[in-house]
C-alpha cells in the first residue's frame, strides 16, 4: 500500500559524504530531476581541496545542498530539511546545518569505532544522545545495496561505489520524484562501461523499494512545480551558462573564439566546457601558465578573432601585465575572473567576492577597464555576452566576474531566443579614410573607440604596444601633454559605456529607510531578504549591480532617496569603498569572508538592528 | 623533401623594395648597434620572401631589440618583457595564414620570458624567432644577461656575476626546435640567407643573431665577426659539407668518442674524411647537440649556419585540423541546438 503523501512548499536537502562517495553525482541528479518535473531549484556545492583525502577524514567531506520549492527561489536554503550522511565525518560537518527535527539519513555501517575516532567522535552520536533533536535513520546502506546488488558481477570493492544511488533512490522515494530521469543518466554515463549501467540501476530502485517496503518513513513529501513565465527551461550551472554565453557571443558576431586558459579550481570548468565546441571554431588553448594564457587571447584578438582569457584570483593577479597593455593597445579582450577565496591560494575550493578592488585597480598606472558582474547562475550567460559586446564595440578589455558559488551552483534558465540577442558588430576598418593614411588612434567621436584593423587588411599596416602613444597617429610618444590626454581619453571611453546602459533596477520600495546594495554571487540571500520584509511592507529595497565599472549613471540619485544604504558583501566592504569615495554616502557594510554564502538570517538579523535604529519597531 | 613555401603575392601584383618596408619613424638605436643592421638586412630579404606585406606581423617583447617592430612596415605589436611568444601564437593561431615574426633579446627570451620560449619550441607554430644575443642588458643600462660568461663585471654583479649562462642552440634543440641557425650582424649576406631560409621553414625557426652591443658590452663576438679572426674562430654550417674551417681551409672537426676536437688536415694524420660531415635534417638531434655545445668549449669555433631543420606538425594546423574534421563529423555548429541541448521543459 502507497504511504500518505503529504504537500509542502519547499525543502532542502544536503548530501555529505568521502569526496569519493558520489555526493556531487547524486546531489546533481536531484538536482536534474526536481527541475524537470518543474520547481525552482537552487544548489550549493560544498567540496574539498583534495581530489580525496584519507577516507573518513573531516577533511576530506564533501557536500551537495539543493533547495527546491513551489515558489520562485534565490538561495539553496539556510537550514537543511534531511541530511544524508554518508559517514561520522560528513555527520560531524555538516549536523549544524539541519532543522531542529529534520530527517537525519546515516550510513551506519560506516559508524565503526574507527570512523568514529577518525570524525573525533568520542562515542556513538546515534545512541549516545547527541541527535535526540533530529528524526534520525540509519540504514545499512552499504550491506543494503551489497545485498541488492549481490547476482551481479562486480566485486565487493565496485558494488560499494554504488551506494549513493541507493542513497539517491530513498531521496526520490521521500520527494515523489520519478527515477526515470536518473536512469537515463546512468545508460548515457556508462556508455562505453555499460557493466555498470545495471548494478547502479538496481542500487536506484533498492533504495526507493526500501522506504516504500519499511516502515522507516511515516510519509513521502511532495512539492508542487513552481509558476514559471512561459518558455523553455533547461537547468544550468553558471560556468556552463558563462560557456554558452561566449559560443554566443561568438557565433553572433561572427568573431571566432580564441579561448586562453590555464587549469585553475574554480574557472577549469569553461575551458573543459568550450573545447567541446570546435564544430562552432570554437578553439581552446591550455597554456603553459596564466600569462600565456593571456598572451595567446590578445593575440588573437590582433588578429581579428574574440580572444577570451579565464581564471580565478591568482590567475589575474598574474595576468593583470597582460590586460594593462590591452588595455592601452585598445583591443578587444574579455577576461573572466572565477573568485574564490583568497588570498594568495586561500581556500580555493570556498567562494568569495574579493576580487573587486583587484580588478579596479591592480594594474599600474591609470588602468581603466569595464567590470561587469554576474549575479546568479544562470545571469553568466546574459552578462559574459554583454563584456564581450562591450569589449568589441569599445575596443577594450572587459572584465567578467563570476565566483564559485555561482559558477558551480545551478538553477532553473529560460532558454533566450536568438533574436533577443544583442548585436555585437565588429566594424572591422577596412581602409584608411583619412589622407595622411591609416590612423590606428583615430577614435568613434561618440564611443572613443579606435579602429580595429586586423593584419592582412592591406594599406592598414600599423604599430601598437605598451608604450604611450599619440593621440591619432598611434606613434611612440613621451609628449606631457598627449600623454595627460591619452590618460583622460581612456578613462572618458569606459565612463562613456554608463550612456547605454539601462536605468538602475529599483526592487521593492522606490524610496524609503533602506536600500540593500549588492552585487555579484550575493544576489539569491539579498532578494530573498527583500523579498520577506517586503511582504511585511517595510520601505526596503534592493538593487543588485551588474555594472561595476562605470556604475549605471543613475546610482547616486537612486542611493540619495533612501535613509539607510546597507552594502552586503562577501569581503571586507570593497564596493562599500568604491561606493563611499564615489557618492560620498555614508553607506554601510555588511561582511562576512568565510568562505561560505550569505544565510538569510544573518541578513535579517543586521537589517533588523538597522531599522531599530532609525525607529522601526 | 625540403617543402618551398608558394607565393602569396597575387599574379600581377607591384614588386616591393627596401623601401616598402621602412617605416616612417626614426630609428632610435645607440650610434654603432648592431641592431641597425639586422634590420636593414630584415627590410631587404622581405621583398624576396615573396609574400603580400599585409600578411606579415612582427611582434617583439621589452628590450632594444623588441623596438624592431615600429621600424618594419608591416603590422606590428610591441608587447610586454618576455611574452611575445604568446601573443605571436595567438596572432597565428588565429590567422594561420600570416606569417609572423618574434623579436626578441637574450634576457627578453631566456630570462622573463623562458618559459614561453621552450613551450613555443616545443608547440612549433609556424612561426620565426630572431632572438638578438649581446649577452647584456642594454635597455636597462648594462646589467648581466642568461648568456653573459660567467664571472661577468657589471653594475649589477661589481665581483662578477656567479651563475653560468645559457647556450640558446642547445636549450632550442632540447626544447624540440624544428629550426635552430646562428648567425651574426656583421654577416650581411649569411645573416639574410639564414633569415630566408627560417621563413621558408614550416614550424617554428629559432635563429640566434650573434649582435655587438657597442656601449655595454662591445667587441663581446668580435673573434667571431671580424675578417681577420673569423675564419679560424667559427665554422660555417652547409648541409652535406665536412666541417671544415681556418684562413688555410686546414682546420676541421672530428668526433673524438664523444668529444668533437678540432684537428689539423693537412699534416698528414688526419684527412677532411674523417670530418664531421654536417646533416641538418637529421632527426635526430644528437649532432645537433654536439654542434651546439662547441660554443660553450674553450678553443673550439662557434659553428655559423643551420644545426638542425626537420619537419614536424604546427600547432595551427593540428588545431585547425579539428575544427574541420568537427564541422565535418558535426555539422556547423547550431546555436540555438546547443542552447536546447539536454533535458529541457515548456512552461505554457
Request: aromatic share 8%; with cysteine.
Amino acid at each position: 500500500m502507497r504511504k500518505p503523501v503529504e504537500q509542502i512548499e519547499e525543502a532542502t536537502i544536503l548530501f555529505a559524504g568521502d569526496s569519493g562517495d558520489g555526493s556531487q553525482t547524486i546531489g546533481t541528479q536531484m538536482t536534474e530531476t526536481t527541475a524537470l518535473i518543474g520547481n525552482d531549484v537552487a544548489t550549493l556545492p560544498d567540496y574539498p581541496a583534495e581530489i580525496q583525502a584519507p577516507a573518513g577524514s573531516l577533511a576530506g567531506v564533501s557536500g551537495f545542498q539543493l533547495h527546491f520549492s513551489s515558489e520562485q527561489i534565490h538561495t539553496p536554503g539556510d537550514l537543511c530539511d534531511v541530511l544524508v550522511a554518508m559517514n561520522p565525518a560528513a555527520l560531524k560537518v555538516h549536523l549544524n546545518k539541519l532543522k531542529s527535527n529534520g530527517i537525519l539519513i546515516v550510513n551506519i555501517d560506516n559508524f565503526a569505532r574507527r570512523n568514529l575516532r577518525l570524525a573525533g567522535y568520542e562515542s556513538d552520536p546515534i545512541t549516545d544522545g547527541t541527535l535526540t533533536k533530529y528524526q534520525v535513520f540509519p540504514v545499512e546502506l552499504t550491506q543494503l545495496t551489497r545485498k541488492a546488488l549481490e547476482t551481479t558481477a562486480l566485486t565487493v570493492r565496485e558494488i560499494d561505489r554504488c551506494k549513493n544511488f541507493f542513497a539517491l533512490g530513498m531521496i526520490l522515494w521521500l520527494y515523489n520524484r520519478p527515477m526515470e530521469y536518473t536512469m537515463k543518466w546512468i545508460k548515457v554515463k556508462y556508455a562505453k562501461r555499460p557493466q555498470y549501467i545495471e548494478p547502479n540501476i538496481l542500487a536506484l530502485r533498492a533504495g526507493n523499494i526500501y522506504c516504500e517496503a519499511t516502515e522507516q518513513f511515516a510519509s513521502s513529501y511532495d512539492v508542487k512545480p513552481a509558476d514559471f513565465d512561459p518558455g523553455t527551461y533547461r537547468n544550468i550551472e553558471g560556468n556552463m551558462a558563462t560557456v554558452l554565453g561566449l559560443v554566443a557571443a561568438s557565433h553572433q558576431s561572427g568573431l571566432p573564439l580564441v579561448y586562453g586558459s590555464y587549469p585553475i579550481t574554480p574557472a577549469s570548468d569553461i575551458l573543459h566546457g568550450l573545447a567541446q565546441y570546435r564544430n562552432f571554431g570554437v578553439v581552446t588553448m591550455q597554456m603553459e601558465d596564466e600569462i600565456a594564457a593571456v598572451g595567446v587571447a590578445i593575440g588573437a584578438a590582433f588578429s581579428g578573432a574574440l580572444g577570451v582569457t579565464g581564471s580565478s584570483g591568482p590567475g589575474l593577479a598574474l595576468k593583470s601585465e597582460a590586460i594593462n597593455l590591452a588595455m592601452i593597445a585598445e583591443l578587444p579582450l574579455v577576461v573572466c575572473n572565477i573568485q574564490r577565496a583568497g588570498p594568495s591560494t586561500g581556500m580555493p575550493t570556498k567562494t568569495e567576492q574579493s576580487d573587486l578592488l583587484q580588478m579596479f585597480y591592480g594594474r599600474n598606472g591609470e588602468s581603466p577597464v569595464p567590470i561587469i558582474a554576474s549575479s546568479r547562475p544562470h545571469d553568466c550567460f546574459e552578462t559574459i555576452y554583454e563584456a564581450c559586446r562591450i569589449a568589441v564595440k569599445y575596443r577594450t578589455p572587459v572584465i567578467f566576474l563570476s565566483d564559485l558559488y555561482i559558477g558551480l551552483g545551478a538553477e532553473p534558465w529560460k532558454i533566450p531566443q536568438l533574436s533577443e540577442l544583442p548585436e555585437i558588430r565588429p566594424d572591422f576598418a577596412v581602409s584608411a579614410d583619412t589622407n595622411n593614411g591609416f590612423e590606428p588612434y583615430l577614435r568613434d567621436p561618440e564611443t572613443l573607440a579606435r579602429p580595429w584593423a586586423k593584419p592582412g587588411t592591406a594599406g592598414l599596416e600599423h604599430r601598437i604596444g605598451g608604450l604611450e602613444k599619440s593621440d591619432v597617429t598611434g606613434d611612440v610618444s613621451y609628449d606631457a601633454e598627449n600623454h595627460q590626454r591619452m590618460v583622460e581619453i581612456r578613462a572618458e571611453k569606459v565612463a562613456r559605456i554608463a550612456d547605454e546602459l539601462p536605468p538602475t533596477e529599483v526592487f521593492g520600495a522606490q524610496e524609503g529607510d533602506l536600500l540593500l546594495l549588492g552585487w555579484g554571487g550575493t544576489y539569491g540571500a539579498i532578494r530573498t531578504t527583500a523579498e520577506n520584509y517586503i511582504a511585511s511592507e517595510l520601505p526596503i529595497a534592493h538593487v543588485h549591480l551588474r555594472h561595476l565599472n562605470p556604475f549605471p549613471k543613475d546610482l547616486g540619485d537612486t542611493l540619495q532617496r533612501f535613509k539607510k544604504i546597507l552594502i552586503p558583501e562577501l569581503n571586507s566592504g570593497q564596493l562599500l569603498q568604491l561606493i563611499r569615495s564615489t557618492y560620498l554616502i555614508d553607506a554601510i557594510g555588511f561582511n562576512k569572508v568565510q568562505g561560505q554564502p550569505f544565510h538569510v538570517f544573518e541578513l535579517e538579523s543586521k537589517i533588523d538592528e538597522i531599522l531599530k535604529e532609525i525607529g522601526h519597531a | 623533401m625540403r617543402r618551398k613555401r608558394t607565393s602569396g603575392i597575387p599574379a600581377g601584383a607591384p614588386t616591393l623594395s627596401k623601401k616598402d618596408f621602412e617605416s616612417d619613424q626614426d630609428v632610435r638605436w645607440c650610434p654603432g648597434c648592431g641592431d641597425y643592421s639586422i634590420l636593414a638586412q630584415t627590410q631587404r630579404i622581405m621583398p624576396e620572401l615573396g609574400i603580400p606585406k599585409e600578411n606579415i606581423v612582427f611582434i617583439s617583447g621589452i628590450g632594444c631589440s623588441s623596438r624592431f617592430p615600429y621600424y618594419m612596415n608591416t603590422y606590428g605589436f610591441h608587447t610586454i618583457h618576455g611574452r611575445a611568444p604568446t601573443i605571436a601564437s595567438g596572432v597565428k593561431m588565429a590567422n594561420p595564414d600570416l606569417s609572423v615574426w618574434i623579436i626578441t633579446g637574450d634576457g627578453d627570451a631566456l630570462s622573463i620570458g623562458g618559459n614561453h620560449f621552450i613551450h613555443l619550441m616545443r608547440r612549433n607554430f609556424d612561426v620565426n624567432v630572431l632572438l638578438f644575443n649581446n649577452r647584456i642588458y642594454g635597455l636597462t643600462k648594462g646589467q648581466y644577461s642568461p648568456t653573459s660568461e660567467q664571472g661577468k663585471l657589471t653594475k649589477s654583479t661589481p665581483l662578477g656575476s656567479v651563475d653560468p649562462p645559457f647556450n640558446p642552440i642547445s636549450l632550442a634543440l632540447a626544447s624540440g626546435a624544428t629550426f635552430v641557425a646562428r648567425s651574426l650582424d656583421r654577416d650581411a649576406s649569411h645573416l639574410r640567407t639564414i633569415i630566408k631560409s627560417a621563413f621558408e621553414h614550416k614550424g617554428t625557426s629559432f635563429i640566434e643573431i650573434y649582435q655587438n652591443c657597442n656601449v655595454f658590452n662591445d667587441k663581446t663576438f668580435i673573434q667571431y665577426t671580424e675578417k681577420d679572426t673569423k675564419a679560424d674562430n667559427t665554422v660555417v654550417l652547409e648541409h652535406g659539407d665536412s666541417l671544415v674551417f681556418g684562413t688555410e681551409h686546414d682546420k676541421g672537426i672530428r668526433l673524438n668518442g664523444f668529444q668533437p676536437e678540432v684537428v689539423e688536415t693537412t699534416n698528414g694524420e688526419y684527412s677532411t674524411d674523417d670530418l664531421i660531415v654536417h646533416d641538418q635534417y637529421a632527426e635526430d638531434t644528437t649532432l645537433a647537440n654536439f654542434l651546439a655545445r662547441m660554443s660553450d668549449t674553450p678553443d673550439m669555433p662557434h659553428p655559423i649556419g643551420i644545426f638542425r631543420s626537420v619537419r614536424h606538425p604546427c600547432y595551427e594546423d593540428a588545431m585547425t585540423n579539428q575544427v574541420r574534421t568537427a564541422r565535418e563529423r558535426m555539422g556547423d555548429g547550431d546555436l540555438e541546438a546547443l542552447l536546447n541541448d539536454g533535458e529541457t521543459w515548456t512552461v505554457s
